[in-house]
């Protein structure tokens, strides 16, 4: 094992001092929670200088930024459809000339050939230079079946909140006296032309103790905003309320949807005049998509039906009509999927529903056609043990755009019609020489004997044990699935190939608390119950130990947002088993998370703090609480942003002072901008995997037996 190393020397206060906190007043580094702070923002350029000193010096670093640069800004990258407006396909696309973007347009029949013949619509770049602004690009909104008239979503520095201004696609310009919100996590939808569904930051009393909007309004064009009339509210301990539309043939369904917890959603039909009626959904249900009339969701506890009990991640449908004439419509199954299987993606095109399934973690895509005996499924011709994302799908004809993958085959965009066969449209390059290496597909048993899938990459010839990173999130029904290696991991730029291509073994987990199979693998980690995804994580880790793929103290955690709760906890709970631990826009205090920025409203994931009966359990886990003193924790690398909005900077700054004060090894590197995102252009993003794959070589990259 390489020497250790600290980054500076230890805070003011002694190590000793540091007790194991359980209020507030515990807690000496609180002051580095003040976002913006003159005396945390020191702090945090002296990391960042110690941590850039040490690993820019890697002979390694250098030639990784560079073909990170290379990889992420290479023009021959898959435009992607960001929307199909009836003929017409928008894109944004980023590379070296244009790193935050540029917002364009073509026909969908240009873009069918490979060929597209594009016109920029917004230089985000340019408009960000002109307005002297640090603009990053945040989607548009545009008002179907038209597509005329956009709303367009710009963030300061990558924030979540944003400003929201009009756009005509037709002119090419922003629409002098149009609708415009200032900086704000908003929540905005066309109602009509004229009319905006809106919640947003109007000062006391208008969001939610989440920082969300709590109130829903509808704004007539050419009024003041004071004017618009409320027609929904949530309560303060909400997470949100919403209003949005959606499209079904020549109908536009409207809908507002409070969201009591981040699990659970009350859904309602807006009339024409604003009224609202209740959707008979279960509030546990996901909201999916409406077709030929009917709402469509993902139910997540069990429901009686007309066709008997439907199970947890079955598709069901209730009329709108039923809904709207005042009658208790009979839901009905759509889809079931296998004991195996979990839906993953939903879509709907003009006649037919879209459905992406995870199959033991493999992607499938299914089409389902409705018909008066009942909806009949087809599994659709791609390429097998694959990663599949529906891209989009057509307003008009049936045709779903489809990305393939796979951790060592490049992606390629396939448009899949109803009739006929999937064509490949567009294909990424090789960026490596897949045949040196190999992937394979294992289950480890858990504490409580679950088999737990996870993919591993080496290099073909390697034999007995090698320095192994393992990524996984495990959280908020997030599935990981298996991508191309130059993405791998998530946010981590092509790390994960980096990584391989110098000898060494990637892992991606599938742990409990995702969507992997459904509703029971991410209630299986739910509060009381997260122990599990740690013990399945460490499971994985155990099973390659085993196996003679690799050894203690050369295993790097990894995971980001809720993947920081995990690696955190994995990382006190087995310190002789990892060696290093990447903890991106992490969640650590858990003490305190629901007191910074959006963390209340993931109290249904992890549990009220607050709360003695809920904070008993947590604080068995919590990463801050939970640190050592020991020597011989395992070095950790915590990379994040001061403008994220979402997951407080606090987080991993705290821990970073800790290690400091205990005289441990860590790294640090916190971006001024890129919000949760982290990095707000491929230069920054290039200079984090650089970063990080000199921190496994001086962590982990040596002495392996």
């Not at 945040?138 to 924030?159: D, F, K, Q, V, W």
Request: charged share 25%.
């Amino acid at each position: 094992m390489v020497a250790r190393w600290a980054l500076a020397a230890a805070l003011a206060f002694a190590p000793t001092a540091i007790a194991a906190q359980d209020t507030d007043a515990d807690d000496p580094y609180i002051w580095l929670e003040e976002i913006q702070g003159e005396r945390a923002l020191a702090k945090v350029d002296q990391w960042n200088a110690d941590t850039e000193a040490v690993l820019t010096d890697q002979p390694e670093y250098p030639l990784a930024k560079a073909w990170a640069k290379q990889i992420l800004d290479d023009t021959r990258q898959i435009a992607l459809p960001d929307a199909i407006q009836g003929d017409m396909v928008t894109n944004l696309w980023r590379d070296a000339d244009n790193p935050r973007g540029l917002w364009r347009i073509a026909s969908l029949e240009s873009y069918m050939t490979g060929a597209p013949e594009w016109r920029v619509l917004i230089d985000v770049d340019k408009l960000g230079e002109d307005e002297g602004q640090s603009w990053v690009w945040h989607g548009a909104n545009c008002l179907a079946p038209e597509y005329a008239r956009c709303l367009i979503a710009l963030s300061p520095g990558g924030t979540d909140a944003d400003v929201v201004r009009e756009f005509d696609v037709t002119t090419g310009r922003f629409v002098d006296g149009g609708f415009t919100l200032p900086e704000a996590k908003s929540n905005v939808a066309w109602f009509d032309e004229d009319t905006l569904f809106v919640g947003t930051d109007e000062g006391d009393g208008s969001l939610t103790d989440s920082g969300y909007p709590r109130l829903v309004k509808l704004w007539d064009r050419g009024t003041d905003f004071s004017a618009a009339r409320q027609i929904a509210e949530g309560e303060q301990a909400d997470i949100s309320a919403s209003g949005f539309s959606v499209l079904d043939g020549d109908t536009r369904w409207r809908f507002v949807n409070r969201s009591p917890s981040f699990w659970t959603n009350q859904i309602s039909l807006v009339k024409e005049d604003g009224s609202t009626v209740p959707l008979p959904l279960p509030e546990d249900a996901e909201f999916e998509a409406v077709l030929n009339g009917l709402v469509i969701a993902k139910l997540n506890s069990a429901l009686e039906t007309t066709g008997g009990t439907e199970e947890p991640g079955a598709l069901v449908a209730w009329s709108l009509q039923s809904v709207l004439d005042g009658s208790d419509p009979a839901p009905f199954a759509v889809f079931r999927p296998s004991d195996t299987q979990a839906i993953e993606e939903v879509a709907a095109s003009e006649t037919k529903l879209w459905v992406k399934v995870l199959d033991d973690v493999s992607g499938k895509l299914i089409e389902l056609s409705p018909g008066q005996s009942g909806w009949t499924a087809r599994d659709m011709e791609l390429p097998a043990n694959s990663t599949v994302q529906i891209a989009e799908t057509s307003g008009t004809g049936d045709t779903a755009f489809v990305k393939v993958e796979s951790m060592l085959t490049p992606p390629t965009l396939y448009a899949v019609p109803s009739e006929g066969e999937a064509v490949a449209i567009a294909s990424e390059p090789a960026q490596f020489d897949a045949s040196k290496f190999t992937v394979e597909q294992k289950f480890a048993t858990s504490k409580d004997g679950t088999k737990v899938p996870y993919y591993l990459v080496r290099p073909k010839d390697a034999q007995g044990p090698l320095p192994t990173l393992i990524h996984a999130y495990g959280g908020f029904r997030a599935a990981q699935t298996p991508k191309y290696l130059t993405a791998e991991p998530y946010r981590s730029g092509p790390l994960g190939l980096f990584w391989v291509e110098s000898g060494n073994a990637y892992v991606l987990a599938n742990i409990r608390g995702g969507g992997e199979y459904g509703p029971r693998w991410h209630e299986d980690a739910l509060r009381e119950k997260r122990q599990n995804s740690f013990d399945d994580f460490h499971a994985v880790a155990d099973d390659l130990v085993a196996s003679r793929l690799t050894t203690p103290g050369h295993i790097a955690a990894s995971g980001r947002s809720n993947g920081g709760v995990l690696v955190g906890a994995v990382a006190n709970q087995r310190p002789d088993l990892y060696g290093a631990i990447i903890s991106g826009s992490p969640l650590i205090d858990m003490r305190r998370y629901n007191k910074l920025l959006a963390g209340a409203s993931w109290m249904a994931e992890y549990g009220n703090p607050d709360v003695p009966e809920d904070w008993a359990f947590m604080k068995e886990w919590s990463p801050y609480q939970n640190m050592s003193d020991g020597p011989d924790v395992p070095a950790a690398f915590y990379y994040l942003s001061t403008l994220d909005d979402r997951v407080h900077p606090g987080h991993a700054r705290k821990a970073a002072a800790k290690h400091e004060a205990y005289g441990q090894t860590f790294y640090y590197h916190e971006y001024r901008e890129g919000g949760h995102s982290v990095g707000s252009d491929h230069e920054e993003d290039a200079k984090r995997a650089a970063l990080l794959l000199s921190y496994l070589n001086r962590e982990i990259g040596k002495d392996v037996d």
